[in-house]
């Protein structure tokens, strides 16, 4: 099993930066990859970043790209979420999800407690 602990978020102006951090323990060495999710009120969960753990390769969603920074520090195994150029359509809970799945398939089975992001204009 992997327990997954978010810090950060809060409230920010439009234009303004926050950083998320998503902490694991447990089975850590099961962990493919780190993804970051965002659910806003009436609107669908939405992938906005990936790190991969072996490489540690990066996806971002269109609506972040060049805004959002994902990295990871293995010796921490800690994944953080650099957000800058906060938009207010960034406001959403924040969640980070960790990839266990096997036989080269993607579950995301663990998640972080999640954080509020609000940005306001």
């Known amino acids: 099993q992997v327990q997954l602990v978010q810090s950060g978020g809060g409230l920010v102006q439009t234009g303004g930066s926050l950083r998320l951090s998503c902490a694991a323990s447990?089975?850590?060495?099961?962990?493919?990859?780190i993804g970051w999710f965002r659910q806003a009120p009436e609107k669908q969960r939405e992938l906005v970043a990936t790190?991969?753990?072996?490489?540690?390769?990066?996806y971002y969603a269109d609506s972040v790209k060049g805004r959002f920074t994902v990295s990871g520090d293995h010796a921490k195994n800690t994944v953080y979420l650099q957000m800058d150029n906060l938009k207010p359509e960034d406001t959403a809970v924040y969640y980070c999800?960790?990839?266990?799945?096997?036989?080269?398939?993607?579950?995301?089975?663990?998640w972080g407690q999640g954080t509020q992001v609000t940005v306001s204009s």
């Open positions: 999800s960790a990839d266990t799945g096997r036989g080269g398939f993607i579950a995301y089975d663990y």
């Open positions: 790190v991969n753990t072996g490489g540690g390769a990066t």
């Open positions: 447990g089975s850590t060495f099961s962990i493919n990859g």
